[in-house]
Each structure stands twice: as structure tokens, then as C-alpha cells.
């Protein structure tokens, strides 16, 4: 089996070929020099928009005859994976997190908002692939680099303005704090600052605190419709536990929740539990660090 691997995130490129890697022979068409993770040929372009990297994706597909094209779940790759699908005929899988291949292809994605688990066989070709779904481990195989050279794009950037993020990458953190609506005011950040700088973490939060009333910067989003995080401990302050939220914490390894609510439904998805009032609780837990 062989396949063709579309990422435009080096990191999730990693991890989706360290997925492969063994159970099929593995090219990829990228932007960064990943060589030591175990594909034969890393095609890399350098500037590239939907249209010429389609291009010259369908070439190497309709030459080296792919049996399947895995695509990294990124935006760019999500536009990519519908032209693809579009000008090569071949349906496409959204979002899988598992691939086997024993005489039929199984796949497993989330579905309902990440509240279950689809599993299903098909004949699909193209898929797009989750991100924080694998570990990334280098392999003792050095991959051949080919300079791939684009055609011309009818898309010219005529301006580019810088996205305001607030720091540190949260998909990367290790610890989160995230914090909900529960906290009340954009001033009381201050008040959990303390918990988030004992742990050496990152601080997060829900959609409204992110998004509608802008407490935290975009970027800082966890859920459906933000990051899906993958942190050992995930420390949820005064979130109520929507399914759209736990979305994005499905591969967090350790929650713990603190809510004032018993009935709050992150209580039925955490390892651990404190019904409390979190400007009550935060402040004995910093205490509770400082001194250990
Ligand atoms: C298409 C779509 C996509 C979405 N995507 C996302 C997403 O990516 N991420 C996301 O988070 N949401 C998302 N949402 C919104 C989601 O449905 C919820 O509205 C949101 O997660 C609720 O945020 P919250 O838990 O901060 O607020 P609330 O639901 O209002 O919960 C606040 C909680 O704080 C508790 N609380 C209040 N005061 C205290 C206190 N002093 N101490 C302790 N606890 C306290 C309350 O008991 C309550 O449980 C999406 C919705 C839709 C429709």
C-alpha cells in the first residue's frame, strides 16, 4: 500500500506519519524538511495556496497512483481535501483519528460534538486526519527531499496583518488552567493567575470567554470550535462542561473540575471533582502547592 501525505503544520505532519509509517510506503508534499520520521520522498514547496498545491498534489497522485491521500485536518488542508476530492472524483472522510487497513479500511472519528465514537468501513481514498491524535517518534530512515516547484497561483497577497494571540501555543501546553464564564469579569483573571503560574501552566478558556466577551484572545479557545488540547492535567475553572467544550478535551490525560454547580455536566466527564466556589478554592490549592 502507498500512500500520499498533504500537511502544511510540521508537527501534525510528524505525528500523521509516525501513524503510517510501517503499515504503508509513505510520501509527503509539505512546506518544512521532515526527514527522520520514516517516508521515502518529502516533496517540499515553499509559498503555495489551494489551487497550485491541488495541482501538483493530483500530478503525484495520478503518476505514483496513491492507494490513499491522508491530508492534516489544518485549514488549509481542509480546502485542499474538498478540491481534491472534487477534481479526482473520490469521496472524502473528515477528521479520522484511526485508519486499519485488514482487507477492508476501517475509520473512527468523533462524532456528536466528540460525545461518540463513529466507526465505519469504506472505500473512501482521501481523509482528512485530527490533529493530537498521534505521537510523533523519529526512525532511524532518512527520507530522499525533492524540491517540489510550483505553478503560479491565481491568489497574490496583497497585505498580510498579524493575528493578536496571547502567547504560548495551548496545544503544546503541558498543564492548563482554562477558565469559564463562572469567573465572572476579565478582572478576576488576576485571581487565578496564581494557580496557573504554580503549575507552570498555560491559561485557556471556553468559547464566550474567548470569543464573546473577549477575556482571553482567540487563540486561547478550547472546543469544537477551538483547540483541541492535550495536556496532562486539564484544570477547568467555572465551566459548565458542554459538549461543545469537551470536544476539545477529549485527549486531555488528567480533568479536574471545580464548579459550585454539583449537577454541572463536566462533573460526569472529570477524573476529579470539587463543587466549590472556585475564588474560594483556587486561592487553598495555590496555598496547598506553594507549601509542598
Ligand atoms: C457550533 C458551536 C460551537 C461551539 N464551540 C465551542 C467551543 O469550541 N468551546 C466552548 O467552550 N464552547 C463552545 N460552544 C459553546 C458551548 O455550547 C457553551 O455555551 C460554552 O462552552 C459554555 O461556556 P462556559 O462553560 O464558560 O459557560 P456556562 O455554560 O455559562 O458555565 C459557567 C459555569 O460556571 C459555574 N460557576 C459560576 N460561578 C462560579 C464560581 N464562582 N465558582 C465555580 N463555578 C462557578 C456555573 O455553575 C456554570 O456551570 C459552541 C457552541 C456552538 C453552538
Not at 501525505?5 to 504503508?24: V, W
Amino acid at each position: 500500500m502507498r500512500c500520499l501525505i498533504f500537511s502544511d503544520d510540521a508537527d501534525n505532519l510528524k505525528e500523521i506519519i509516525s501513524y503510517f509509517y510501517k503499515k504503508m510506503d509513505i510520501d509527503v508534499f509539505c512546506n518544512s524538511e521532515v526527514l527522520d520520521y520514516g517516508a521515502n520522498n518529502v516533496y517540499k514547496y515553499n509559498d503555495g495556496f489551494s489551487d497550485n498545491i491541488s495541482e501538483y498534489l493530483i500530478e503525484l497522485y495520478n503518476k505514483n497512483k496513491y492507494d490513499y491521500i491522508f491530508i492534516s485536518s489544518t485549514n488549509l488542508g481542509r480546502q485542499i481535501a474538498g478540491i481534491l476530492s472534487d477534481k479526482l472524483n473520490e469521496k472524502c472522510m473528515p477528521e479520522i483519528f484511526s485508519f486499519e487497513n485488514d482487507y477492508k479500511v476501517v475509520t473512527k472519528r468523533f462524532f456528536y460534538g466528540g460525545k461518540s465514537v463513529l466507526t465505519e468501513e469504506t472505500d473512501f481514498k482521501i481523509f482528512t486526519v485530527a490533529p493530537g491524535i498521534y505521537e510523533a517518534k523519529k526512525v532511524d530512515k532518512r527520507s530522499n527531499l525533492i524540491d517540489a516547484k510550483l505553478k503560479n497561483s491565481r491568489y497574490k497577497i496583497l497585505s498580510k496583518k498579524k493575528k493578536n494571540t496571547g502567547g504560548n501555543d495551548i496545544t503544546k501546553a503541558k498543564v492548563i488552567v482554562s477558565i469559564g464564564r463562572g469567573l465572572g469579569s476579565k478582572e478576576n483573571i488576576e485571581k487565578v493567575m496564581p494557580l496557573v503560574d504554580a503549575l507552570h501552566g498555560e491559561i485557556a478558556g471556553s468559547r464566550p470567554v474567548c470569543l464573546d466577551y473577549k477575556w482571553l484572545s482567540e487563540d486561547k479557545q478550547v472546543g469544537l470550535s477551538g483547540k483541541k488540547v492535550k495536556p496532562d492535567f486539564y484544570i477547568a475553572l467555572g465551566i459548565s462542561g458542554q459538549i461543545q467544550h469537551l470536544a476539545g478535551i477529549r485527549n486531555a490525560k488528567t480533568i479536574i473540575a471545580i464548579n459550585k454547580d454539583k449537577n454541572a455536566p463536566i462533573f460526569e466527564e472529570c477524573d476529579y471533582g470539587i463543587v466549590g466556589d472556585l475564588f474560594t478554592v483556587v486561592p487553598k490549592l495555590v496555598d496547598k502547592l506553594k507549601n509542598n
